[in-house]
């Protein structure tokens, strides 16, 4: 039985909204979700990383250290990664990072399966994780041009934005669920199925890579411009020292979080995973 016009309505203006037209497109649609869950994976990762190491040791330092070592490597990796994404095959390099971070998914659920998890070992394993997603972002953020209308790359992007930001409240909430109900295990396992689907839908994309006329950009040469570029920008060196600051002090709140959450009167993972989700 058809639903009446008035409930209807919403949906068609959704479907024909103009925000949610690079949808529409198949390719970015895949790639789309592909990115939601490689990003659920993310958080999910930080998040059982991050209360696991409270339950293998009790110095704080370790704890904070969980989230040092996922975000160094975007510090370290993030100019040469962005630097590769202009030189190489796109689709090969998207697959090849997300493939990388399936793999160390899997080894993290497999040795907390066995229960051969130390503090020195989970940390070297979200270190290694974030290589893969350091040298990730940069490479789905110049794939969208391609795969997009230049009208549509507005929408396009604020997409973009909202998957990472959905993950970020869907992937501690979920993270924090099985936690609860099971313990970190599970979530490196989930996380593990996530990011296969991930690469799969990665594979899946047909690119089409663009001729240029242009001589090829060199890998130090490429990192060159874009340091000179920062250098010779007064704006971008004002948005730069804000993302700094900013960071600074909520990476600081992030990293004590779990101890904060623990030592709350009645306080374990749901708590924890509710709070980042705030």
């Not at 198949?26 to 999910?44: G, P, V």
């Not at 970020?168 to 989930?190: C, H, W």
């Not at 130090?220 to 250098?231: E, P, T």
């Not at 020292?241 to 709140?253: D, G, K, N």
Request: hydrophobic share 60%.
């Amino acid at each position: 039985m058809p639903l009446p016009p008035a409930l209807t309505q919403p949906f068609v203006f959704l479907a024909s909204a103009p925000a949610l037209a690079p949808l529409h497109g198949r390719t970015f649609r895949m790639l789309w979700f592909a990115w939601l869950a490689a990003n659920l994976t993310m958080w999910m990762n930080d998040v059982a990383a991050a209360w696991l190491m409270t339950q293998l040791t009790t110095s704080p330092v370790m704890v904070a250290l969980v989230q040092t070592a996922s975000t160094l490597p975007v510090f370290l990796l993030g100019l040469p990664s962005g630097a590769l994404a202009d030189i190489v095959d796109r689709r090969r390099y998207f697959a090849a990072t997300q493939l990388w971070v399936s793999i160390n998914a899997l080894v993290l659920a497999a040795l907390s399966l066995a229960d051969a998890l130390t503090a020195n070992l989970l940390l070297a394993l979200t270190f290694v994780n974030g290589v893969g997603l350091a040298m990730r972002w940069p490479v789905f953020a110049a794939i969208v041009p391609e795969i997009v209308q230049r009208a549509q790359l507005s929408p396009a992007i604020a997409l973009n934005g909202i998957a990472m930001n959905l993950s970020r409240v869907i992937g501690p909430v979920l993270a924090g669920a099985l936690l609860a109900a099971f313990s970190s295990a599970a979530v490196f396992v989930l996380n593990a199925v996530l990011a296969g689907i991930a690469f799969t839908l990665i594979l899946r994309w047909k690119h089409q890579p663009k001729t240029s006329a242009l001589p090829g950009e060199r890998f130090l040469g490429a990192m060159r411009v874009g340091l000179n570029y920062a250098r010779q920008s007064p704006r971008l060196r004002l948005i730069l020292l804000r993302i700094f600051l900013f960071f600074l002090q909520s990476t600081a709140l992030m990293a004590l979080l779990p101890l904060v959450a623990r030592d709350m009167h009645g306080g374990g993972p749901g708590t924890f995973t509710v709070m980042l989700a705030c």
